[in-house]
């Protein structure tokens, strides 16, 4: 992995923040942040989102704008969100951690339960330069990723999550969990990567990987490195139920890639096909398989720790 360059000064930031990610700690962990940003000098556009496409128009004006940096206070939706207007800017990403998951944070090294420490990172940290992905989905929705891409029982669990209605936060997730465990069923899939290799066997899961984890701490690719122009791609096979009870406690580990049971491939890029099947990418719905996905090499800027002179 290429090592950050440094950042040249950044006297003004736009903060954006999600006020419902975390259950409202996003809000308070901003305000906090805003007040060590302003401490150390820097000059601070605070702005809120009051729904998705709110925020998005937010993240381009503030893009377009010139801005020194976007932070983003919240979680790894509120991060995808900003991705959209960021990849390609030159613009550099700055996160306070507030959300559920914070895999990109925990990705980057950023600190997660500290918004005071988080916000010195923007002021003494450096820039890395770091790939994201892009899926079209089968209509057409395009989404811009930083993390991974999901399909298979991962994102039937995300399909029934968004579908309960109770209870809230991370025990809904749960929920989703057991109940798709229950009709846990071998999916058919097709896989063709950029060398022509073809993937076509029944799976439990594929994940695509740009960086190493997913809902909060999975390692489901930990082999994907951020920078090295590559997919990480994770096929778990069919399995039964109790060896996929026996199985997934490894994941958070990362040493579920070490099973017979999985296979891992790099690809700058690939179609992904099976029926009935949506993918979710950092944790977000993008829309149904088949979809083509496709790495976009050192597309985003990212303020990360480190010590730079000033």
Not at 138 to 164: E, K, P, Y
Not at 202 to 227: E, F, H, K, Q, W
Not at 231 to 260: C, E, I
């Amino acid at each position: 992995m290429s090592g950050p360059a440094a950042a040249g000064p950044i006297r003004e930031v736009t903060l954006l923040t999600n006020p419902a990610a975390g259950g409202g700690r996003a809000e308070k962990a901003a305000r906090r942040a805003a007040a060590r940003l302003r401490e150390r000098g820097i000059e601070v556009l605070a702005t809120t989102g009051s729904d998705a496409a709110h925020s998005l128009r937010l993240a381009r004006e503030a893009v377009a704008r010139g801005t020194g940096a976007l932070v983003v206070a919240g979680g790894d939706g509120m991060i995808s969100l900003a991705l959209q207007a960021l990849a390609g800017s030159g613009v550099p990403l700055g996160v306070i951690p507030a959300g559920t998951g914070n895999d990109h944070a925990r990705e980057f090294g950023i600190p997660l339960k500290a918004p005071e420490a988080a916000a010195d990172v923007i002021v003494d940290g450096r820039v890395e330069t770091v790939d994201l992905g892009r899926i079209q989905a089968a209509d057409g929705t395009v989404r811009i990723f930083g993390s991974v891409l999901a399909t298979g029982f991962d994102s039937l669990v995300s399909d029934r999550t968004n579908q309960l209605r109770w209870p809230h936060g991370r025990m809904r997730y749960n929920l989703a969990i057991l109940v798709e465990f229950a009709n846990l069923r071998p999916l058919p899939f097709r896989l063709v990567l950029a060398d022509g290799t073809v993937v076509d066997r029944p799976l439990t899961l594929a994940a695509v990987g740009n960086t190493r984890s997913y809902g909060g701490g999975m390692v489901i690719c930990p082999g994907a490195d951020r920078t090295d122009g590559l997919f990480d791609v994770t096929l778990v096979h069919a399995m039964a139920r109790l060896r996929v009870a026996r199985f997934f406690p490894t994941v958070f580990k990362g040493t579920h890639v070490r099973r017979s049971e999985v296979e891992t491939h790099r690809t700058a890029s690939l179609r992904i096909e099976s029926p009935g099947i949506n993918a979710y990418a950092d944790g977000e719905y993008v829309g149904p398989l088949p979809a083509e996905v496709r790495v976009l090499p050192r597309s985003l800027d990212v303020l990360v720790p480190g010590t730079t002179a000033r």
